[in-house]
């Protein structure tokens, strides 16, 4: 029986600036290595909607402060979406400030147990 296939988690970096978007390459490229494979670093709205619709992301990391990304319509895509991602937005601006949304399928049993302590 063939071993299982580890492949890297897929990254999409979502910023119009581009050292935002370079820091974060470098920073996680290092820490991660084989691990994530940034898959693409959109500077527009309309490409990372695109981005998330062909490379499927696992991580997708907004940069918070890039005023033209609509955070609301991303947000959204991300909620009426069926595949497991995370969305962290990151600040520049507020230090320290990381928001994280995670969109996963539970079982029944799973759900029951979340819905009895959301927060162990």
């Given at each position: 029986?063939?071993?299982?296939?580890?492949?890297?988690?897929?990254?999409?970096?979502?910023?119009?600036?581009?050292?935002?978007?370079?820091?974060?390459?470098?920073?996680?490229?290092?820490?991660?290595?084989?691990?994530?494979?940034?898959?693409?670093?959109?500077?527009?709205?309309?490409?990372?909607?695109?981005?998330?619709?062909?490379?499927?992301?696992?991580?997708?990391?907004?940069?918070?402060?890039?005023?033209?990304?609509?955070?609301?319509?991303?947000?959204?895509?991300?909620?009426?979406?069926?595949?497991?991602m995370q969305?962290?937005?990151?600040?520049?601006?507020?230090?320290?400030?990381?928001?994280?949304?995670?969109?996963?399928?539970?079982?029944?049993?799973?759900?029951?147990?979340?819905?009895?302590?959301?927060?162990?």
């Amino acid at each position: 029986m063939p071993e299982p296939v580890n492949l890297p988690h897929r990254v999409l970096i979502v910023s119009a600036n581009p050292l935002f978007r370079e820091g974060l390459r470098k920073l996680y490229t290092e820490r991660w290595g084989g691990k994530a494979a940034i898959v693409g670093m959109p500077t527009t709205m309309t490409e990372a909607l695109s981005g998330l619709e062909t490379h499927q992301p696992d991580l997708v990391i907004v940069d918070f402060d890039d005023k033209t990304i609509n955070r609301d319509e991303f947000l959204n895509r991300f909620v009426t979406g069926k595949k497991p991602m995370q969305v962290m937005l990151v600040s520049l601006q507020e230090s320290g400030q990381v928001v994280v949304y995670d969109r996963r399928t539970l079982t029944s049993a799973q759900a029951e147990n979340w819905l009895n302590d959301p927060w162990s």
